[in-house]
């Protein structure tokens, strides 16, 4: 690979991972920086039955411009912090770290 993506995003073969920290019952929704080596996302759904996790795999497509399709919470599904697949897209790993506002490593 050789290129420096930002700490929080992970390559594995044709897979990107996204390292996340979840703020569940926020008073508002997005990213909201990083926090302990994580991205922090602000969610408005409780954590519960699973509706942070479908809000966040919403969020996360729509900010980045790709299928919730892709999108799938791998790790962490009860914990607050999670790992984020995006199956297949490892090639735009550069384009999903600008959707996010990562910083370079």
Known sequence: ???????????????????????????????????????KVALFAPPEKGKANAEL????????????GTVSVVAGKTSREKTVCFAGLAGAAWEIAAALELPPC
């Open 1 to 39: 690979m050789g290129e420096l993506i930002p700490a929080t995003l992970e390559v594995r073969g044709e897979d990107l991972f996204l390292h996340v920290r979840v703020q569940p019952r926020a008073s508002r929704r997005g990213v909201v920086g990083l926090q302990a080596g994580r991205l």
């Open 57 to 68: 795999v919403r969020l996360l497509a729509k900010q980045c411009g790709v299928s919730p």
